[in-house]
T-cell receptor, first 111, second 115 residues
Framework: NAGVTQTPKFQVLKTGQSMTLQCAQD?????MYWYRQDPGMGLRLIYY???????DKGEVPNGYNVSRLNKREFSLRLESAAPSQTSVYFC??????????FGNGTRLTVT | QKEVEQDPGPLSVPEGAIVSLNCTYS??????FMWYRQYSRKGPELLMY????GNKEDGRFTAQVDKSSKYISLFIRDSQPSDSATYLC???????????????FGQGTTLQVKP
């Protein structure tokens, strides 16, 4: 029972490089989310997808794009990475009226 | 001012102690309150979930919500070294399908339980 799987686990980028963080869930959940976690800031919502085919901005969407590829997969793209995007990124999923299930995160460093 | 405030700690207690973790919030629209536990280098996992004011107990864990004071607490009885983790409070104003998961988190409190 894999739950929410995130790849890669670690990544180092140079300023200006691009990359895509991948997330897949096998629980048949309809909603998926991307959060970032920074020291002293808790978790902040970047983007979410309430259902397949829809995406919406969260609290901190600038510098990111997302794609809900299908019901299982929700990717987060950094087009031109900046040092301020150094963070731990968590993907989560949920079904109607159920709590979030989180993946184990991608640790991203932008130099 | 953050919508949700949580003392980051760290908090260190001896095994067997009662632990009290707290969050305050400013948005009176919050109705759903959660506590997540996060072990080092892992994702948060849901520990407790409550709706509106009141208490909820699950084993050694008790969650309390006081909406009049905009204050929530998590109590851990007979704390164990395995309880050593970061505890995050989270809350939201609604729990419909499109709002599920749009949570506001506290900063997290790091707890260490010493044997």
């Amino acid at each position: 029972n894999a739950g929410v799987t995130q790849t890669p686990k670690f990544q180092v980028l140079k300023t200006g490089q691009s990359m895509t963080l991948q997330c897949a869930q096998d629980m048949n959940h309809n909603s998926m989310y991307w959060y970032r976690q920074d020291p002293g800031m808790g978790l902040r919502l970047i983007y979410y997808s309430a259902s397949e085919g829809t995406t919406d901005k969260g609290e901190v969407p600038n510098g990111y794009n997302v794609s809900r590829l299908n019901k299982r997969e929700f990717s987060l793209r950094l087009e031109s990475a900046a040092p301020s995007q150094t963070s731990v990124y968590f993907c989560a999923s949920a079904i109607y009226n159920s709590p979030l299930h989180f993946g184990n995160g991608t640790r991203l460093t932008v130099t | 001012q953050k919508e949700v405030e949580q003392d980051p700690g760290p908090l260190s207690v001896p095994e067997g102690a009662i632990v009290s973790l707290n969050c305050t919030y400013s948005n009176s629209a919050f109705q759903y309150f959660m506590w997540y536990r996060q072990y080092s280098r892992k994702g948060p996992e849901l520990l407790m979930y409550t709706y509106s004011s009141g208490n909820k107990e699950d084993g050694r864990f008790t969650a309390q919500v006081d909406k009049s004071s905009k204050y929530i607490s998590l109590f851990i009885r007979d704390s164990q070294p395995s309880d050593s983790a970061t505890y995050l409070c989270a809350m939201s104003g609604s729990y419909g399908s499109s709002n599920t998961g749009k949570l506001i988190f506290g900063q997290g409190t790091t707890l260490q339980v010493k044997p």
